[in-house]
């Protein structure tokens, strides 16, 4: 039968549902079509709705950073800098389409305030930089490329600026506010403007170099802010303060809670409840699962062997889109304006995988009969029509829907979507299987179905008859889609080599003193084995033989803990005789709490060294101890 209760008659009938929830009306009282009941708790406003079909987009970090080998520019970078030999935006895009990834978010500019378009708001942009004689625009060219492959496009503005010294004062809000009209005015539609909750610490500021601290939702003023983006851009979603469409799922790993519930309470962000979500919280405030494919948002030739590999992107697939949130991975171009081979390689054999194993959904040809339902729209779970989708009604709160498969029909994998503009209807359910003349088995139980749940069975099955059942519900369900697959695999690559000699061999380096045992763990390449000192904490290293060392990294543990969090500050010391010392260089982590990516500390200039003294005087975030994964150095 033809789709009875679609978008549009559902949009009508919610309408009216308030009023009357049950009562089937039609144009004046007439009984034509069945009534929808009304929705349950908060439910997506039309850009939410559009953003949660999006399932997953790249990010793309390039900026100065790039070619200064950091996560966070100071703010006093010379524009010059910015020179990509090779920038190619279509080989960009088709990195990101690889990968499956629908859409692109390009930060337009990062905490540093250096801007990728030509703006006549600032100097401090791609005007000033060699790139097309100052005749290029890094926005727009990408833009293109997006329009070109019909992927969607959004932006990042960075609110922090550690370039501008109005940085703090209502004056920079006026300027931000300018660059934000420019970004939603002259690159068509956006589907998403990013707002990065990174706020004040210290910086350049026009030449002040002190810090600056901010109160940000009093000084930003959030809502006016976002008002503006949907006021010039009324498709595009704003993460992520309260106030905005889209929130951060907590972490910057990959991993959204299970499940990730789109709602929360009407309160200030919390990351505890941010990667969970909160039941029956009042705002429809989804996650957004943000994650790089290399562990800096930005590109350093010596992470080279540490893109994620496709096996490591599906289980980060599997913990964003299959827990109901989106999933937007950061793909960081190199200096010469291009993804490198091996981001490519992992994207492709990912986005194969994932191609493969959702092209042919198995329950299509299924019979469906529903144990209650309004209208008839059993079938409309497995139609493949995203308008259209069973509804239950109301009060058959432990509805089930059945699907009696073709013989032979065998799947691993099971894709729900709940119809968000009726509400999180279902609690939690389970999923059942029956051979002929057998009793139903019970094969997997979760909590939520929202925008996206994903079921992944152990091994393979192939029953005659699957069958979705509310447990716990605040309503009787609705399944937009309830789909069947047989997974495939991501091919594995040969292990990714280093091809940077700038790296300082570790070979032969000891720890002769130490604030706490156990420092050997940090001379290693694995980032899972980490020291821990209580602070301050301190080491020196003797590396064995005389260097000319231009810096040192530090790579924190990427597993948070309660009991050790990454080191605040650092203060580096070298001698080499090991009896004369003289400072290296002093400063802060930046983002390292968050980000915990390699952090690379150069030096204002090379020097010769045998021996290097670290000191760390205090956790990042409150914790009894310090903790460190891995220390190297460069030439
Ligand atoms: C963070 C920033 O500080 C990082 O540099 C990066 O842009 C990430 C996506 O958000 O808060």
Redesign the pocket.
Known sequence: MTAYVTRRTLMAGSLIAGASACAPRGPAGVMTRPALPAPWGATPSPRQLKWHDRRMYA?V?FSINTYTDK??GYGDEDPKLFNPTDFDPDQIVAAAKAGGLNGLII?AK??DGFCLWPTMLTDHCIRSSPYKDGKGDIVGELEQACRRASIGFGVYLSPWDRNRADYGTPAYIDYYRAQLTELCTRYGDLFEVWF???NGGDGYYGGARETRKIDAPAYYDWPAIVALVHQLQPGACTFDPLGADIRWVGN?DGHAGDPCWPTMPDEPYDQVKGNSGVRGGALWWPAET?VSIRPG?FYHADEDAQVKTPQKLMAMFDQSIGHGTTFHLNLPPDRRGRIAERDVASLTAFGDAVRASFATDLARGAVASASADIGGTAGHAIDGNPESFWCAPADARDASLTLDLAPGTRFDTIRLQEWLPLGLRTTSFAIDIADDGQAWREVARKDMVGPQRLVRLPAPVSPRRVRFRAVAAEAGPTLREFALFLSVAPVTLPPAQVSDPSIVARAGWTIIAASASGGEAMLDDDAKTAWTSPAPAMLTIDLGKAETLAGFTLTPTRHVDPQAAPPARYMVESSVDGQRWSKAEEGEFQ?IN??RATQRIPFSAPRPARYVRLRFPRPAVPAPAIAIATIGAFR
């Open positions: 990010f970090h996560e966070w930060t990062h905490h990065d909750g990174a910057e943000n948002w983002n968050y980000a």
